[in-house]
């Protein structure tokens, strides 16, 4: 398994979640010693010590067990997701978020899941699962302020009307691949800030790949540097562009991207 973790100025948070990271992989690696795991921690142009923070756990476990991709200009969550995925060596491919809302054991529902849509009756090997956290939204709304309630439920229409219907939470930061999938997925990935999770389920959609929901234990974690307000006209910029530009074919979806991409490296 390969766990992705994409990082912008998270030197205050990261800690706690390899912490709890690296705890649950060395166990189940003591458990069962067929399972093997990788992290790449990705640094998003961080402007203070994430990749400081980041390289400590590299030389505890060892560079075979944690590596660290440094960008030196701020690309993205989605495109330093994407940097990771392309870079990573699992059968399976987790992201998640820096913070550590969500619980990492709950990796074991996700990857649960995972194997029961790819031997269902779809005869491949590609398939997603994402965390959720739709279980929670009633909790949520009554802390949340109405102005960003009204923002979240324009988002969700937003999102149902113009690329992915039949997903409750498509923004969750825990999302587990078949490695098959991610290949599509993120040599297909136009969308490189925050709504790069809506253009992945948009290319899942467009393929048939099957998309399974599971509720996972999430907790919010003081110290977020998003905008509400400045990230909502943001997605919503980006929902507009993913469907004008599939639609008009500006933006092209290639299942064999990989290959065209492997030969120009050749």
């Known amino acids: 398994m390969s766990i992705i973790v994409p990082a912008y100025n998270e030197e205050d948070r990261l800690s706690l979640m390899m912490d709890e990271t690296m705890e649950y992989l060395q166990k189940r690696n003591r458990l069962d010693p067929k399972f093997t795991y990788e992290v790449i921690v990705v640094d998003d142009g961080s402007k203070d010590d994430t990749s400081k923070i980041a390289l400590k756990y590299s030389r505890q476990y060892g560079s075979d067990k944690v590596r660290v991709l440094t960008q030196v200009t701020n690309r993205g969550k989605g495109g330093a997701v994407k940097m990771g995925v392309l870079r990573c060596r699992g059968k399976y491919i987790l992201f998640c978020d820096a913070?550590?809302?969500?619980?990492?054991?709950?990796?074991?529902?996700?990857?649960?899941?995972?194997?029961?849509?790819?031997?269902?009756?779809?005869?491949?090997?590609?398939?997603?699962?994402?965390?959720?956290?739709?279980?929670?939204?009633?909790?949520?709304?009554?802390?949340?302020?109405?102005?960003?309630?009204?923002?979240?439920?324009?988002?969700?229409?937003?999102?149902?009307?113009?690329?992915?219907?039949?997903?409750?939470?498509?923004?969750?930061?825990?999302?587990?691949?078949?490695?098959?999938?991610?290949?599509l997925f993120f040599f297909n990935l136009h969308v490189h800030?925050?709504?790069?999770?809506?253009?992945?389920?948009?290319?899942?959609?467009?393929?048939?790949?099957?998309?399974?929901?599971?509720?996972?234990?999430?907790?919010?974690?003081?110290?977020?540097?998003?905008?509400?307000?400045?990230?909502?006209?943001?997605?919503?910029?980006?929902?507009?562009?993913?469907?004008?530009?599939?639609?008009?074919?500006s933006w092209s979806m290639v299942e064999d991207r990989w290959k065209e991409e492997k030969k120009k490296d050749e």
């Open 193 to 249: 800030r925050w709504a790069f999770d809506v253009d992945l389920l948009h290319i899942a959609q467009h393929y048939n790949v099957p998309i399974a929901e599971v509720a996972v234990s999430w907790t919010e974690i003081p110290g977020s540097k998003l905008s509400p307000l400045w990230a909502s006209l943001q997605m919503g910029r980006d929902l507009f562009l993913i469907r004008l530009r599939y639609l008009t074919g």
């Open 99 to 183: 913070d550590g809302a969500t619980k990492f054991s709950d990796v074991n529902k996700l990857e649960a899941e995972l194997k029961k849509l790819i031997g269902g009756e779809v005869n491949d090997d590609r398939a997603v699962v994402c965390g959720s956290r739709a279980h929670l939204e009633k909790d949520s709304i009554a802390k949340r302020s109405v102005f960003r309630t009204i923002l979240m439920y324009v988002f969700h229409f937003c999102v149902w009307f113009l690329c992915v219907r039949g997903v409750k939470d498509t923004q969750c930061g825990f999302k587990l691949f078949s490695r098959a999938a991610a290949r």
